[in-house]
């Protein structure tokens, strides 16, 4: 297991805690709202906006935090994350925020303490890029939809 080390920016409410599994077995943690003042902020459909957590933290080298979509979200709202799965490098240092997209049709309110991601804890391995030949493989260049649609 590894440690993620937190601190609470100045300002935030304390009270809903840090990012907590919601099971046993779950691989994402959920990340929650922290405005300041306990406001919210409605999106309308298709807007966009940065979602303060009131966190920052320390990820240890050889590891990432990816920020994903929470599916209750998208799938009841059509809420989403535009750059997900957003990636949180562990030389980063400041405020953890989250861009939160609404692709629904109506007006989807941002409460303080919704839960509005989940943050999932992933090794990183660093490659070595030089120019050589390329083999090739029975797939070949074939791209999008070329390995059939079942």
């Known amino acids: 297991m590894v440690t993620i080390l937190f601190e609470w920016l100045e300002g935030a409410d304390e009270t809903h805690g840090l990012p907590a599994y919601a099971t ?3 691989a994402g943690a959920d990340l929650r709202a922290n405005f300041v003042d306990g406001q919210s902020v409605t999106l309308s459909a298709g807007a966009r906006t940065l979602v303060p957590t009131g966190l920052r933290m320390a990820i240890p080298d050889g590891f990432e935090v990816q920020i994903r979509p929470r599916s209750g979200l998208a799938l009841k709202h059509g809420i989403t994350l535009p750059n997900s799965p957003g990636t949180i490098d562990s030389d980063y240092r ?17 409460t303080h303490g919704m839960r509005i991601a989940q943050m999932v804890v992933a090794p ?3 490659a070595a890029f030089e120019i050589g030949s390329v083999d090739e493989t029975e797939r070949g260049s074939g791209g999008f939809g070329s390995t059939g649609t079942t």
């Open 94 to 110: 400041g405020p953890l925020g989250v861009i939160v997209q609404n692709g629904g049709e109506e007006p989807f309110e941002i």
């Open 124 to 126: 990183v391995l660093q």
């Open 24 to 26: 046993a077995g779950a």
